[in-house]
């Protein structure tokens, strides 16, 4: 049974149990959380602030919904992911949930290509479990190296097909995503695109979509209040827009024409 959370309302504060932890790749967990309300109301591209000792909250896409639990799969990079990989089932995390705007399911029947970048890759799953089902859906996946690959297996065991890109090459093809892009672009030329991953990744896959309505981009920037509040985590905002958007409460999901992502501060990770 889940919790009761401190308040049930969309991106209120919520204590929520861990049920598992999975170590699923060097230096990546993913936690599966238990909030039935949680579970039903967040929608793929949005994300949850997790309080953490010592820092500022820290921002975790869902990953995966599975009943009344939700995963936040992250990559151990500092201080605040370090404490989150420590917990253990049985232990209550600090919510704020769901934050932020998540993505835009095209009409029935559209293909629609997931392009995910390494730490990237979580909110597609999400993606492809809420909207993967009436319409054709291609998973690219793009990391530094093999070790860095994660959900290929999910999607695998789903029948979804996948594309994997290391630029090493110990993984799938040698390269970056905009190879196996290009050429699901030539083979669907109406079909959309949501792609999250390290910004130049981002920039790559919104110049190779030739109309920009057709691709949407999952941002990830420095937050503080997660809320719309302190303007930590505001970008450039595209050609006849607002002249700056706020990740947390604008996006994190954009369409590709709605910002500008030249000079956008890029995550280490990669493509
Ligand atoms: C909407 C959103 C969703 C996210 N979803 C996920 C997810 O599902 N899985 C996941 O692993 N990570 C995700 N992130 C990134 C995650 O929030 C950061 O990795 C985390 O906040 C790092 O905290 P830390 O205390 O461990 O590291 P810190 O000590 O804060 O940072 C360690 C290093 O990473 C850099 N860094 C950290 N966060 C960012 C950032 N957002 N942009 C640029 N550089 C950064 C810092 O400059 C520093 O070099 C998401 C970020 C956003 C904004
Ligand atoms: S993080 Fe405070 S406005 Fe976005």
């Known amino acids: 049974m889940s919790p009761p ?8 504060p919520r204590r929520v149990r861990i049920a598992e932890r999975r170590e699923v790749a060097p230096g990546h967990v993913e936690l599966l959380v ?27 896409s869902f990953s995966r919904v599975d009943g009344d639990r939700l995963g936040l799969l992250f990559r151990v990079v500092g201080a605040g992911t370090a404490w989150l990989a420590e917990r253990r089932p049985g232990e209550v995390l600090d919510l704020l949930a769901p934050l932020g705007r998540g993505f835009v399911p095209p009409p029935p029947g559209t293909p629609l290509c997931l392009v995910g970048g390494g730490i990237g890759i979580p909110p597609l799953y999400f993606a492809w479990q809420q909207y993967g089902h009436d319409r054709p859906v291609t998973v690219i996946l793009g990391a530094r190296s093999a070790a860095q690959v994660v959900m290929e297996d999910d999607f695998r065991a789903a029948g979804v097909p996948v594309t994997v890109t290391t630029e090493d090459g110990t993984r799938g093809e040698a390269g970056r995503v905009t190879g196996p ?10 079909g959309v695109v949501w792609a999250c991953g390290p910004t130049g990744m981002l920039a790559a896959v919104a110049a190779q979509v030739p109309d ?6 999952a941002l990830e920037q420095r937050m503080g209040c997660g809320v719309g509040a302190c303007l930590a985590c505001v970008v450039p905002g595209g050609a006849g827009g607002p002249p700056w958007l706020r990740v947390c409460s604008d996006g994190p999901v954009f369409r590709a024409d709605a910002v500008r992502l030249a000079g956008v501060e890029d995550r280490d990770a990669p493509a």
């Open 181 to 190: 892009l290009a050429r699901w672009l030539a083979r669907e030329p109406r």
């Open 5 to 12: 959370s401190l308040s049930p309302g969309p991106g209120g």
């Open 212 to 217: 920009p309505r057709r691709a949407w981009l």
């Open 34 to 60: 238990e909030d039935a309300a949680l579970a039903r109301s967040a929608r793929a591209g949005q994300f949850a602030h997790v309080l953490t000792p010592g820092t500022l909250r820290r921002p975790i």
